[in-house]
């Protein structure tokens, strides 16, 4: 029995002999700890990460068509679809497909005379008919070589050229990972300079993706182009941001 158990238990002479030895048992247990509070928010930090990544487009999309105006509306129509039919051949000559060929607007409107009648209204001197398609180029070493023929084939509108990635999962994924390592390499340095250590991965969230942005390019073209004409893709950003929270030990 330790020495302060022995003073305490002499010290009670008059309690029964049961009592003397429960008392001792318990003066000499030892102490527990106290416990942590269950409650107390763990500590985490909050960052956010960027990344980008830089591909070269492999695909165009372009507005394509053929305007005619004629006296009536009749003929209008009819020498609109005649020059349009020669253009869908050339672009099936060119390689693209039907599955790539989409008409985007078929439009016929009166052409008025710009100067008013003496009655202030202005007489109807004929029609215009448009017809406008949109189309894909999967190969953009023929983009040149497809305007300049439908240019010949008797295109008289062709604008809003962009560029793509036919396939940009790869360049986005290359950006979250560019994001997360930026995520990461903020934190460390923010738990370093508040002399804790970074701890595990506890959420993830992905704020945006910027996807490849189609470049736009504003071009018009008339039936006597000659030669092939000069494209220049160039290459496309692609961004993420993510916020991720660690846990700091």
């Known amino acids: 029995m330790p020495p302060f158990a022995k003073s305490a238990v002499s010290r009670l002479p008059h309690l029964p002999l049961a009592a003397l030895a429960l008392m001792a048992a318990t003066l000499a247990a030892p102490v527990p700890a106290p416990a942590q509070d269950a409650g107390e928010p763990r500590r985490t930090i ?21 305007t005619t105006e004629a006296r009536s509306a009749a003929r209008a ?14 672009l099936s000559a060119a390689g693209i497909e039907s599955r ?6 078929v439009n016929l409107n009166p052409v008025y005379d710009q100067r008013p009648d003496q009655s202030g209204r202005r007489a109807i001197r004929g029609y215009r ?7 894909r180029v999967r190969a953009l070493e023929s983009l040149g070589s497809t305007l300049d023929a439908v240019a010949n084939a008797g295109a008289t509108d062709i604008h809003g050229i962009s560029f ?23 934190a460390t340095l923010y738990a370093e300079a508040a002399g804790a250590a970074l701890g595990p991965v506890l959420t993830i969230s992905e704020v945006g993706i910027a996807r490849p942005f189609p470049m736009q390019s504003d ?6 182009a000659a030669m092939a ?3 220049s893709p160039g290459e496309q950003s692609i961004g993420a941001s993510i916020t991720v929270v660690y846990a700091l030990e």
């Open 164 to 186: 793509g990635l036919s396939e940009p999962e790869a360049a986005m994924d290359a950006a979250r990972r560019d994001a997360i390592a930026d995520a990461r390499r903020r």
């Open 77 to 90: 129509l009819d020498e609109n679809s005649a020059a349009m039919t020669s253009v869908m051949d050339a």
């Open 229 to 231: 004409v000069p494209v």
């Open 100 to 105: 790539d060929i989409m008409t985007a607007s």
């Open 129 to 135: 008919a448009s017809n406008q398609v949109r189309i």
């Open 46 to 66: 909050t960052v956010q990460g960027a990344g980008e990544t830089t591909a070269v487009p492999d695909m165009a999309h372009i507005t394509l068509g053929v």
């Open 219 to 224: 071009m018009m073209m008339r039936a006597e």
